[in-house]
Nanobody
């Protein structure tokens, strides 16, 4: 059984910072891309940032220059450093990973349970 567990969400004032972490555990052969998505009430889930196994990153325009995604391949961890937070960044943030669980399996999408980020103005 593979699990993605996020942590680090919470309440922060506008202009503040938070660091989200996501740990992948269980049956893992290899992890390709990892990323963060978010979903605000009444809105669709949207991409925030992704990072390849080689470290290439991609960001939503709305977070460029404020958020930084990073990962620790040895520990199957992915992070999201969020600076200069705005009220519109408030959402449930989800960790995502493309994982092969065995040497013969294909990459499958896995999701964490989400962590709430609240930004007060």
């Amino acid at each position: 059984q593979l699990q993605l567990v996020e942590s680090g969400g919470g309440l922060v004032q506008a202009g503040g910072s938070l660091r989200l972490s996501c740990a992948a555990s269980g049956r893992i052969f290899s992890i390709n891309a990892m990323g963060w998505y978010r979903q605000a009430p009444g809105k669709q889930r949207e991409l925030v940032a992704t990072i390849s196994s080689g470290g290439s990153t991609n960001y939503a325009d709305s977070v460029k220059g404020r958020f930084t995604i990073s990962r620790d391949n040895a520990k199957n961890l992915v992070y999201l450093q969020m600076n200069s937070l705005k009220p519109e960044d408030a959402a449930v943030y989800y960790c995502n990973a493309l994982v092969r669980t065995t040497i013969i399996s294909k990459y499958d999408d896995y999701w964490g349970q989400g962590t709430q980020v609240t930004v007060s103005s």
